[in-house]
């Protein structure tokens, strides 16, 4: 059985290093010391979707909206997320919805008013549940966004849209968030001392090509709606993520396995220290102990960590060999991925091929 990790936010990687002290990771230290690292491209999702044989440029809104239940094989689709901004030095910071609570009723008056005031522009909003909605337009805008990840708790300024179209759409931006203002929605959030929903975040612009099935069987283990997305439109198995690793085992799984584990991903994006170090802890006992454990008794015939360091993917591979490598100096892994990030020279590249 060979298993694939995809661990986003596991390398924080400009991180105080205090933030590594204390810090017990016996298995991790284990797998980075033994594994071979490969490189593997520029930017982790868009290296994972080449290797599945998804679309480039990543239409991650059309498939997040697919995944959500939506229709969206027709149009081109945004995310257009509902955010708050929060004044600060002359910033604009961007809060998500894990910030505030947004309820249904409050999400549909909001999304009601903004297809009544946008409707002459081609501008159809669309809501998957009460906090991801969607923009659904008539064609491709010339311009480019920034993931919202890359904007939490950051100042939105430099991460407007750019492109040709850019200032058309900071124009709809600026008129969309005074519509919102004076919504009575907000009104009453202001009242009762909730974050006012101030605007929309667009981001993972993209059109859906027809459904292209899979012939590759490999099994995919993931939550998000983006990869619930993407197992509808290549037709592949999907299952809900285990808790751990213990019980992902037990189910005796066989074939080819690719497992995302996000715990570690908005701990990052929001310089969350705590939070990090606790997720890192969780994942050291559910997931990386028992995996060691199942590749030295063979259990698991080939392992590979995907992480992302500042030069891009890297794929760290183990088989059951590694046990034997008593030979090599025992380093903390955030040590060892340190020298990782700076290499010039690893392991040829790891063969994904997912299509």
Not at 113 to 131: K, M, R, S
Not at 193 to 212: I, K, N, R
Not at 311 to 340: D, E, K, M, N, Y
Request: with cysteine; proline share 9%; aromatic share 8%.
């Amino acid at each position: 059985m060979k298993l694939n990790l995809y661990l986003p936010g596991l390398c924080w990687t400009d991180a105080d290093p205090a933030l590594y002290q204390q810090l017990p990771t016996p298995a991790l230290d284990l797998l980075f010391r033994r594994a071979r690292h490969r490189p593997l491209g520029l930017d982790g999702l868009t290296v994972l979707a080449d290797r599945l044989g998804l679309p480039l440029p990543l239409p991650h809104a059309a498939l997040s909206a697919l995944g959500l239940g939506l229709n969206a094989e027709e149009g081109y689709w945004l995310h257009a997320d509902p955010v708050s901004l929060q004044p600060s030095r002359g910033e604009l910071i961007l809060l998500d919805s894990s910030q505030f609570t947004l309820a249904s009723d409050e999400s549909d008056a909001l999304l009601a008013a903004l297809n009544t005031h946008f409707a002459d522009d081609g501008l159809q909003f669309v809501a998957a549940d009460a906090t991801h909605w969607f923009l659904r337009l008539p064609s491709a805008p010339s311009m480019h966004t920034t993931p919202l990840l890359q904007v939490l708790g950051r100042d939105i300024h430099p991460r407007l849209p750019q492109g040709e179209q850019a200032m058309h759409w900071h124009r709809l931006l600026n008129e969309l968030q005074m519509l919102l203002y004076q919504h009575p929605v907000n009104d009453v959030r202001d009242r009762q001392g909730d974050p006012l929903v101030h605007s929309v975040w667009p981001w993972g612009e993209g059109a859906l090509p027809p459904t292209q099935p899979s012939k590759h069987p490999l099994q995919l283990w993931a939550d998000a709606p983006l990869w619930q997305g993407i197992a509808r439109w290549q037709q592949r198995p999907i299952q809900p993520l285990p808790t751990d690793g213990t019980r992902w085992l037990a189910s005796t799984p066989t074939g080819e396995h690719l497992l995302v584990l996000p715990q570690l991903q908005a701990a990052t994006a929001w310089q969350d220290g705590w939070q990090w170090r606790e997720g890192l802890l969780q994942l050291e006992q559910r997931w990386f102990a028992p995996l060691w454990q199942a590749l030295c008794k063979g259990q698991v015939q080939q392992l590979n960590l995907l992480w992302e360091g500042p030069q891009g993917l890297v794929g760290s591979s183990l088989t059951p060999a590694v046990r034997g490598r008593f030979w090599q100096r025992s380093r903390p892994w955030h040590q060892l991925r340190i020298t990782l990030e700076h290499a010039t020279a690893l392991a040829p590249a790891l063969a994904l091929d997912w299509h």
